[in-house]
Each structure stands twice: as C-alpha cells, then as structure tokens.
C-alpha cells in the first residue's frame, strides 16, 4: 500500500459539542498522522468554493449555511491507503446505518449533521488539502 494524504474538516456540530479531542484521538489511534490542523470559522464564500462541486444540488445552500454557522477543525492525514482508511474509520454518511465504533456512528447526529468531512479519492484530496493549506503549512511525510 502506499502512504496517501487525505483531507478532514470535523464539522460544526462536532466541533459545538466540544468532541474535536476526541475525534482527534480516534484517528491518531486508527494510525493517522496528524501533518497539518487548523480551526476557521468558514466565510461564505469559503464554503461555497470548497462545495462547488455540489452547487446545482438542491442541498448546497443548506450544506453552505451548516457549514458557516460556526468554526471547523480542518486537518491533513496521512497513513497508508489515507482515503479508503479513513472513510472506514467516518462511517456511513447516515449516522444511523455507520458501523460501530465509526465517527459518525459516536458523534453523528444525522445525514446533514454527520460530524466529518473526508476526502472521496486521492485526486480530490490533493485538491482539498490545497484548497486549505499552502504546502509550506503541511508538515513533511513522516
């Protein structure tokens, strides 16, 4: 397996019910190495240029409006296989069909309050992590 980089933003409900530590330790303890951590409060147009992607679904609005309503902690991760391993350790996008022990399945509240963010494949992740981080603010491999 080779050692990838993926993205994280644990999301404002997460973040209001003071669970970011704990968060931070599951993913630590699922082998990832922090290399870059940052908490924003996400402006408007912040929000809509990182979900462009979604701008025609009839969901975007919402998602933008959740997504600013208050800061974020927004990491870089880095492991082998980063994006498939960490999509296992988020869990379901529902909360409710996420497997135990999962993120969203311990701090998930539903399908729009879900707790993280993560990268869907390599490509994007790399679009992601720069979309938040010059290169000079990530740590090197460790």
């Not at 404002?12 to 990832?32: C, Q, S, T, W, Y």
């Not at 025609?56 to 409006?65: A, D």
Request: aromatic residues 8%; proline residues 4%.
């Amino acid at each position: 397996m080779a050692v990838e980089r993926t993205l994280s933003i644990i999301k404002p409900d997460a973040v209001e019910k003071k669970k970011v530590g704990a968060i931070l330790a599951m993913l630590e303890d699922a082998g990832f190495s922090i290399l870059a951590l940052r908490r924003q409060h996400l402006s408007r147009e912040v929000a809509e240029g990182f979900y462009a992607v979604h701008k025609e679904r009839g969901f975007f609005r919402e998602l933008v409006t959740f997504m600013t309503r208050s800061p974020v902690v927004i990491a870089v991760l880095e492991r082998d296989d980063a994006v498939k391993q960490y999509r296992g350790v988020m869990g379901a996008t529902d909360p409710a069909e996420a497997a135990a022990n999962t993120i969203r399945k311990a701090f998930g509240a539903n399908k729009g309050e879900n707790a993280v963010h993560g990268s869907d494949s390599v490509e994007n992740a790399r679009i992601e992590i720069a979309y938040f981080f010059p290169a000079s603010e990530v740590a090197p491999s460790a």
